[in-house]
């Protein structure tokens, strides 16, 4: 059995043993639900928390917020939630989750003053939370063809899927969802292209499992070009930036890519994935650079072991627009850079606790220009001792560069534009005067 500490334990555990006796507060004014701690939930927690997202439990209403006050501060007070893990004042992002020092307070006085509703009349109505699609009706719509058997207990698990979208023209894909057929059976999907003969050549290896899928070990000859986003426990959906879009050529075919996980009860999972498209071209076609160590051996025993993946050379002038860490269950810290021409370099994302529960897509605030000859480079960190609670060996093995998860990784993906030259049109040739 793997020591994996899932998010839901970890938060349920601040209720059951407590988080120590709070003191009595130094400001007297004493923060009301209706007009302090609702407005702090709406923003930042509701997006899960409500009784149609993926949270264990929902914080919307004063009744709800009140019952989990001392989990709220527990949580927030050691930065476990909300998930957002990316190290402040290393590279800038749009959309952080992470609550401020002032909107922890407002939570701890809260509590510690009875957990006060104030005036209900003054309580912000709760966002709109819709079920199902979040982007309204999608174009195409794409699934494993069965259903994947999830047992009760044991290890995490891959499985590769192939899907046909037919589209019969050039597409161009402005957006992307995801939904799970289950709350808490799925980790991440991830979504690349394949060719059509790469779709082919993919067909004629015999399937490893009766949902016809494939282990990704199996099927490693089979080359992808790009992916289209990526999702993880609560990712909300991938929309390419303004003026961008992903390319679906006809022929083209969708390697799936899913992580599932027991959940404590057998069910069955079989998630979709919605495609919304535009009509017309975009100015700049999106695709996805990855930079990945494949020189990972870990010994048993080795704490702080370090690894390093450098990209090649930019070939040509590339804006970046958001960025995706991966490990697997040994990681500790993450940290990733682009280094100039110049020899100057800068931050891109860095992550001092790595949580393989929350690998989270993050949005560049502002785009970032790098010019030709620029090169990425990555480095992790890996814990394969036994105090490492989410080592997925017991005793700890040798691990290596892999796709399962009890193999490891040091994976960066870098969703971008490259400013390529454009192709001159083809001038008519004249006839000759006679």
Known sequence: ???????????????????????????????TFADDVAPILYKRCASCHSDSRIAPFSLVGYENAKKRA?????????????????KANYGEFRDVAALTEAEKKILKRWAETGAKEGDPAKTPKPPTVVPGWRLGKPAYILAPSKETPIPAEGRDFFRDYLIDPQVTKPTWIRAIDFLPKEQGTVH?????????????????????????????????????YNVLGFWSTGAPPFESPEGTAFLVNPGDCFLLDVHYKPKGKPTTEQPKVALYTQESAPKDEMSVKVVASGNIYIQPGEKNVRFYAIGPETEHDTTIYAVWPHMHYLGKTFKAWVKFPGGFSKPLVAIDSWDPDWQLLYYLRDPMRVPKGSKIYVTGTYDNTEDNPRNPNSPPSVVEAGESSRDEMLFFEL????????????????????
């Open 1 to 31: 059995m793997p020591k994996v500490l899932s998010s839901v334990i970890a938060l349920s555990s601040f209720a059951t043993f407590g988080i120590g006796v709070f003191q009595k507060p130094s400001n007297p004014v004493a923060p």
């Open 70 to 86: 001392l989990t709220i501060v527990g949580v927030t007070e050691t930065n476990l939630m909300p998930p957002w893990k990316a």
């Open 188 to 224: 991440h999907i991830i979504p690349s292209l394949i060719k059509k003969e790469e779709a082919e050549k993919l067909r004629k290896i015999k399937f490893d499992f009766a949902d016809e899928s494939w282990k990704p070990e199996s099927i490693q000859s089979v080359e992808t």
């Open 415 to 434: 969703f971008q534009v490259e400013h390529k030259p454009k192709a001159k049109p083809v001038e008519e040739k004249k006839s000759p005067k006679n």
